[in-house]
């Protein structure tokens, strides 16, 4: 009798009941919706760029262990002498290692809510139980609701994004503590808007030995490379190392990478422009009648308006990309999301997000 082939039959009901991740298509479009930055390298840089491209052997494996990337990022980053350093394929690649190699029968992936979709997402491609304990109202972290999940849950891992994705705010340094200290197994606090938030928990790394911290390089400027970094003691990376797909990071990766850290000074000049604008479009924004407009310590800003997933798709209509966040957590109920553009692109947001409420009225 010939067999059904049904992927039913075959894969995890829980992979069967998710849906893949989606990234909405933005050819044209004022694209304001995935955090990333908005400004090219300057032309110098991009020329030195292509001929590290063009000379890059690449018919040969890239170095396995990016030996001359982690020295760069130490410099660039100030890493620790004592912490170890692994590279992933962005930041979600090595959410999917820890995940991997803590799922042990009846382990706990416990993050906050709201929060960003791949910890849960990613707990469950790994087989784990994942629990998220919601923010307060105004997204602070609940530390006596934190402290009750982690006496019940005893979780083997927690992730907590400072500032918070898809909030903008930075917890209190000295909570986040105090659950590092309650925790029974690791703390991966990710950074990936450190640059926009003057604030880090890098120098805590000798002080708890459970505590590691993630970084990428995506909201810097250099998305399209795809690459992350886990920071923390030796006797964790060893072990994560071994899930580490060999050559996950590519030789172009590497090269140019390493080309652009040795001009960190154009990354965080951007990163100074970005800073700038938020301020004016929180504060145009903050003008308009009828929003919410919540604090960012991000590249984005989060702010709740009536008939926010009406209004998303009329900005899309008007080729203006942001991120519909209503309906996905109760705590975001008509909440949007827009990434701090370039000054050009955040007037075309704000002119056209104006005349389509004033349309309403």
């Known amino acids: 009798m010939p067999h059904s082939y049904n992927p039913s039959d075959i894969i995890r009901p829980e992979v069967l009941a998710l849906k893949a ?22 032309q110098a840089l991009q020329s030195e760029i292509s001929s590290i491209a063009a000379a890059a052997p690449i018919n040969r494996y890239p170095d396995p262990n990016a030996t001359d990337l982690k020295t760069a990022l130490r410099k660039a980053l100030i890493i620790p002498d004592q912490m170890d350093v692994m590279l992933g394929n962005g930041s979600d690649e ?18 906050v809510e709201p929060a960003f979709v791949m910890f849960r997402m990613i707990a469950t ?34 992730f907590l994004a400072y500032p918070n994705n898809p909030t903008g705010n930075l917890f209190d340094e000295s909570t986040i503590l105090k659950i590092i200290e309650a925790t029974p197994g690791i703390v991966v606090i990710d950074e990936a808007y450190h640059a926009f938030a003057d604030a880090s928990v890098i120098g ?12 990428t390089l995506s909201k810097l400027g250099l998305a399209g490379l795809r690459l992350g970094l886990l920071i923390g003691r ?5 072990e994560f190392e071994k899930l580490r797909l060999p050559y996950n990071v590519s030789i172009l990766t590497q090269r140019v990478t390493q080309t652009v850290l040795r001009h960190m000074d154009v990354l965080l000049n951007q990163a100074e422009l970005i800073k700038n604008e938020r ?25 709740r308006v009536n008939n926010a997933g009406d209004l998303f798709h009329k900005l899309k209509q008007r080729n203006i990309l942001i991120k519909n966040l209503d309906r996905t957590h109760a705590l975001l109920d008509n909440c949007l999301r827009v990434t701090v553009g370039t000054p050009e692109e955040n007037t075309q947001f704000i002119t056209a997000l104006k005349t389509l409420l004033l349309s309403v009225k």
């Open 21 to 42: 991740y989606h990234v909405p298509p933005a050819t044209g479009m004022v694209k304001l919706d995935a955090m990333e930055n908005p400004y090219a390298l300057p």
């Open 94 to 111: 090595i959410i999917q290692i820890i995940a991997m190699a803590t799922a042990r029968p009846g382990a706990i992936v416990m993050s």
């Open 125 to 158: 491609f790994a087989n784990m139980q994942y629990t998220g304990v919601p923010l307060t109202a105004d997204f602070a972290l609940d530390l006596d609701a934190m402290l009750e999940a982690i006496a019940r849950h005893h979780p083997a891992v927690i």
């Open 204 to 215: 805590k790394l000798a002080d708890y030995p459970n505590l590691l911290l993630m970084r």
């Open 234 to 238: 030796p006797a964790w990376l060893s």
């Open 279 to 303: 301020v004016r479009l929180h504060a145009q924004l903050s003008a308009i009648d009828g929003l919410k407009v919540f604090p960012s310590d991000a590249n984005f800003i989060l702010f």
